[in-house]
Nanobody, 125 residues
Framework: QVQLVESGGGLVQAGGSLRLSCAASERTISRYGMGWFRQAPGKEREFVAAISWSGDSTYYADSVKGRFTISRDTAKNTVYLQMNSLKPEDTAVYYC??????????????????WGQGTLVTVSS
């Protein structure tokens, strides 16, 4: 089964940018839909962004549209989340997830079994 490791989190001021990375094991992302989720203290985990298994479509939560971009590099077996114009409400632990042969929009609602350990993003005012 694919294993995922997130990195790139940190502390940034409002309006700043971060790029998160999700490294997948054994050249697997070409067969997996990949998504980013986040969980803030006291809140449920929520969907952020996803890219289809084929890489030909993406899907975003309304709260991040126009600010975040998901992409992948199959040669590096890595999925990225570029986060621009960060807001304090973006503060959360960010997780990546994978599901075989899954479309981007479906990643937001279907049950996902494979998750990374998470990386913390803190946005200060």
């Amino acid at each position: 089964q694919v294993q995922l490791v997130e990195s790139g989190g940190g502390l940034v001021q409002a309006g700043g940018s971060l790029r998160l990375s999700c490294a997948a094991s054994e050249r697997t992302i070409s067969r997996y839909g990949m998504g980013w989720f986040r969980q803030a203290p006291g809140k449920e985990r929520e969907f952020v962004a996803a890219i289809s298994w084929s890489g030909d479509s993406t899907y975003y939560a309304d709260s991040v549209k126009g600010r975040f971009t998901i992409s992948r590099d199959t040669a590096k077996n890595t999925v990225y989340l570029q986060m621009n114009s960060l807001k304090p409400e973006d503060t959360a632990v960010y997780y990546c997830a994978a599901r075989p042969y899954t479309a981007a929009q479906a990643m937001a609602t279907l049950y996902l079994e494979v998750w990374g350990q998470g990386t913390l993003v803190t946005v200060s005012s």
